[in-house]
């Protein structure tokens, strides 16, 4: 049999789609060991200097005007509107997907981020196809921003998204449900007690792990001033993610705090952190949230992203995993109202649990193995 060629493609534009892609990466390369696999970031700067400057635009964006994300996210995913808008960005990112085809040429193209997905979608439309287009949904909702009839393989967060495409005429045999792509390698995470030891936590009092995305997002500064609020000792345990200002700033915080605060910037300790947590903070990327849910980690969801991070907040809140703090309401007493009451922190606990998919990975690599068996 000849050597098959994978290409992942996803989008530097924070940290949880690149951990999507990781982890089918990983899964791949045990699945197909004698197989070509690459990863290409399509809106980096060394993959198009296009490419990163829109990246660019689109970060400086999400600090200056959220709310103008938020009108572009709602028109997008309307009707016409949006379908004019998915054809706009293509046909930008066109000529940069097109030399990377050419490059790579690959028999299977999987995208965790819809931009390369678009993008690969009008090279298959205009001829220059040839291969399997994947698209793996990194959110717990449905966007027109992800649809596009050129995919051959769809894989998606919940069944409810399954059927919103299956309602818009996609074959039952090429949609799944598998849920968000994580590394099983979560499934390694220590238990509470070990975390707690290796990261010197003794005794009995509460952890509370503080995250904003591989950015370093999510109004952790506030966090961390509000949460002064709280009576009883915390070891706070914070994320900054490649945010070197604030990771300055929470150390210098840190030593006048009325609690333990530990830091750490873009670290691969996250499920180490996570296991010795007692409640995440965190914005509601659905990476990271989907990494909660295999931990059984209650979470305080606060600052998402207008648009596909709110839908997230939305589902996890429903869903009894998580409390939502709104703009104005207090941080401190959320956190003391679940730390501090064993029966919501427990009922939390196992609804966690209950949304996890910690196979979810392996399902959606076996499917496009059966999908390549079939050819």
């Known amino acids: 049999m000849r050597t098959r060629k994978f290409l992942i493609m996803t989008a530097s534009i924070g940290s949880g789609h690149i951990r999507a892609a990781e982890a089918v990466e990983q899964e791949l390369r045990c699945r197909f060991p004698g197989d070509e696999i690459r990863t290409v970031d399509f809106m980096s700067y060394g993959t198009s200097r296009f490419n990163g400057f829109l990246k660019s635009l689109y970060l400086r964006m999400l600090d200056f005007v959220p709310n103008l994300y938020d009108v572009f996210y709602k028109v997008s995913g309307s009707g016409s509107s949006g379908t004019l808008a998915q054809s706009m960005f293509a046909a930008a990112t066109y000529g940069t997907m097109r030399r990377i085809l050419q490059t790579y040429r690959p028999d299977v193209l999987v995208c965790t981020h819809p931009f390369p997905e678009g993008a690969a979608s009008l090279a298959k439309r205009l001829g220059h196809g040839g291969f399997r287009l994947v698209?793996?949904?990194?959110?717990?909702?449905?966007?027109?921003?992800?649809?596009?009839?050129?995919?051959?393989?769809?894989?998606?967060?919940?069944?409810?998204?399954?059927?919103?495409?299956?309602?818009?005429?996609?074959?039952?045999?090429?949609?799944?449900?598998?849920?968000?792509?994580v590394s099983e390698n979560i499934l390694g995470a220590p238990s509470r007690e070990e975390a707690r030891r290796s990261l010197g936590i003794g005794g009995d009092g509460k952890a509370v792990l503080l995250m904003g995305g591989g950015l370093g997002l999510g109004g952790i500064e506030?966090?961390?001033?509000?949460?002064?609020?709280?009576?009883?000792?915390?070891?706070?345990?914070?994320?900054?993610?490649?945010?070197?200002?604030?990771?300055?700033?929470?150390?210098?915080?840190?030593?006048?705090?009325?609690?333990?605060?530990?830091?750490?910037?873009?670290?691969?300790?996250?499920?180490?952190?996570?296991?010795?947590?007692?409640?995440?903070?965190?914005?509601?990327?659905?990476?990271?949230m989907s990494e909660a849910f295999v931990l059984g980690l209650p979470m305080l969801l606060r600052e998402?992203?207008?648009?596909?991070?709110?839908?997230?907040?939305?589902?996890?809140?429903?869903?009894?995993?998580?409390?939502?703090?709104?703009?104005?309401?207090?941080?401190?007493?959320?956190?003391s109202g679940i730390l501090f009451d064993e029966t919501k922190l427990a009922h939390m606990h196992r609804q966690a649990l209950a949304c996890a998919r910690p196979y979810a990975t392996r399902d959606i690599v076996e499917a496009i193995q059966r999908n390549l068996h079939g050819e």
């Open 135 to 181: 698209a793996v949904l990194t959110d717990y909702s449905l966007h027109q921003i992800w649809i596009y009839p050129q995919v051959d393989l769809y894989f998606t967060a919940t069944e409810e998204m399954r059927q919103g495409l299956l309602a818009k005429g996609f074959s039952a045999e090429a949609v799944f449900a598998p849920g968000i792509s």
């Open 304 to 335: 998402p992203i207008p648009g596909p991070e709110t839908e997230n907040a939305v589902y996890a809140s429903e869903h009894g995993t998580a409390a939502w703090v709104h703009h104005g309401e207090s941080l401190s007493q959320a956190v």
């Open 222 to 288: 506030e966090s961390l001033e509000d949460l002064e609020n709280v009576d009883c000792p915390l070891v706070l345990l914070v994320v900054a993610g490649r945010n070197e200002e604030l990771r300055r700033k929470v150390e210098l915080f840190g030593k006048s705090s009325r609690h333990t605060i530990k830091v750490w910037g873009y670290t691969d300790q996250v499920y180490l952190l996570m296991s010795a947590a007692d409640l995440l903070i965190t914005k509601p990327g659905a990476l990271t």
